[in-house]
């Protein structure tokens, strides 16, 4: 199994899609190959949506659930981050299962709403 101390990586704060991208990295080719992954948040304080979805909710693009669901655990997250992660999970499941050309307008009008930002 490999455990990551996602604090000593990116530390307090699971905020950014560049942190995310860092985790995906670490643990994307691991669970590929059926390796079982333990992400520890002990020490992190603040979560949101970009970090999960750049680092678990994007595996989804090539991994099923039920590997996520078997192989990836979920150490010391509060229950706020829990609420995050979910969401994100979520939200990537029904992404990653539409078609080509909602994927696209989904795309497109997040674009459109990070430029207007």
């Given at each position: 199994m490999q455990r990551i101390l996602v604090k000593d990586l990116i530390?307090?704060?699971?905020?950014?899609?560049?942190?995310?991208?860092?985790?995906?990295?670490?643990?994307?080719?691991?669970?590929?190959?059926?390796?079982?992954?333990?992400?520890?948040?002990?020490?992190?304080?603040?979560?949101?949506?970009?970090?999960?979805?750049?680092?678990?909710?994007?595996?989804?693009?090539?991994?099923?659930?039920?590997?996520?669901?078997?192989?990836?655990?979920?150490e010391h997250l509060s229950d706020f981050g829990s609420r995050v992660l979910r969401r994100v999970i979520e939200n990537a499941k029904e992404y990653y299962s539409s078609t080509t050309n909602h994927r696209q307008k989904v795309d497109q009008a997040v674009s459109n709403d990070y430029l207007t930002a």
């Open positions: 530390g307090q704060n699971a905020i950014t899609l560049e942190d995310g991208k860092i985790i995906f990295n670490l643990i994307h080719g691991s669970l590929s190959r059926g390796e079982v992954v333990e992400l520890d948040f002990n020490g992190v304080e603040v979560f949101a949506s970009p970090f999960f979805n750049a680092g678990v909710g994007r595996l989804l693009n090539d991994l099923t659930n039920e590997v996520l669901n078997n192989q990836l655990k979920f």
